[in-house]
């Protein structure tokens, strides 16, 4: 067969000898008990052979949706958010639907600029990962899901979200630090106006003022190494050096560690250090970081959930996912305090 320009569903009928809704079926998935497999069989050889495929914009507009969801995060490099879009996009590919991503960063000020020209005709739906629902600006007609991003505290609010148990994570990095004898301990906190952060300091300063004798000194950075390094540096400088430091995220962790060596102390055996997220670096890091766990991958997952729900009609209610306490040798006793309870494995909390 001859063809001019793009083949056709109507070319592929023709090469096969059936009929173009036959077509439609097979080349749809759709031919169980109405096609025999021979033909659906034929339909495909013959959309090989002629190199068809399908009009995904054409089929789209017939059903009026795009199949497509956006996924916004902060940032591409940080190691938390490809789990997330693994999570929803492994969920969105069962029902048919893709996910693009689109960045919109900690430090950007107003709502989220759109990617696309007319989002509401390039989108079915938005995740949103560690942002304020004011951010979603112009998508706010589009259905939503907020994730790790705080309750819609919004009078009236009514987005759908999926968050970590990121106070009860913190609670229990405090108790097991508590419980090891600390009672000195530093927050190296990331220096971002995001729910979670707060969330996690929090809760952090409210257990450690719960501790007979309990004292939190805090210093503020951005997620990077250097600037982790230089906070932690100077919470180690202070009068009254802390036993422990708790950082806000395994890569600020990392710039504890350089701080603590920089001064000649050992970790653990002088300086208790944690971390938050368990990313890979958690166990690149020497000793291995005590940290928690957050199950990111679900995060995206739960998420496209819900917002599968919601596209459906459905009022899909509030998640929180808990995190798990991991602890690894990276936290001891202080030098002065009494024998480490046993450690390993990790608990949810």
């Not at 106070?167 to 971002?192: C, E, F, K, P, S």
């Not at 002088?270 to 970081?289: C, K, R, W, Y």
Request: glycine share 12%; proline share 7%; aromatic share 4%.
């Amino acid at each position: 067969m001859s063809l001019v320009g793009r083949p056709t569903s109507k070319d592929v009928a023709q090469e096969a000898g059936v009929s173009q809704s036959t077509v439609s079926l097979v080349l749809g998935g759709k031919w169980r008990g109405r096609v025999s497999p021979a033909t659906a069989r034929s339909v495909r050889g013959a959309a090989e052979r002629l190199g068809y495929r399908p009009n995904l914009a054409a089929r789209n507009l017939r059903l009026g949706t795009t199949q497509t969801v956006l996924l916004m995060v902060p940032t591409l490099t940080a190691p938390f958010f490809g789990p997330v879009y693994t999570g929803a996009a492994r969920v969105a590919a069962r029902h048919g639907f893709g996910v693009v991503v689109s960045t919109w960063p900690d430090d950007a000020v107003g709502p989220a600029d759109s990617p696309f020209a007319a989002p509401d005709e390039a989108i079915d739906g938005i995740l949103a990962s560690s942002m304020a629902v004011e951010a979603l600006g112009e998508f706010r007609e589009t259905p939503a899901v907020m994730l790790d991003s705080g309750p819609d505290g919004r009078p009236g609010g009514s987005v759908p979200t999926v968050d970590f148990g990121v106070a009860d994570g913190m609670r229990a990095i405090a108790a097991h630090l508590a419980d090891l004898g600390h009672r000195r301990i530093g927050h190296v906190a990331a220096a971002v106006d995001q729910w979670t952060f707060h969330a996690r300091a929090d809760a952090l300063a409210s257990a450690v003022a719960a501790l007979p004798g309990g004292n939190l000194t805090r210093a503020a950075c951005a997620i990077d190494v250097a600037s982790a390094k230089d906070a932690a540096g100077r919470l180690l400088d202070g009068p009254d050096r802390p036993t422990a430091l708790v950082c806000d995220d395994d890569l600020i962790a990392a710039g504890a560690y350089k701080a603590a060596r920089a001064r000649g102390l050992d970790v653990p055996s002088d300086l208790s250090v944690t971390g938050f997220d368990d990313v890979l670096l958690a166990i690149a890091l020497e000793p291995e970081l005590t940290t928690v766990r957050l199950p990111a991958e679900e995060l995206g997952a739960q998420g496209m959930t819900a917002l599968l729900d919601l596209l459906a009609g459905g009022r899909p209610a509030p998640r929180v996912l808990p995190g798990e306490l991991v602890v690894r040798d990276s936290t001891a006793a202080p030098s002065t305090g009494r024998p480490p309870s046993s450690r390993g494995g990790g608990r949810r909390v």
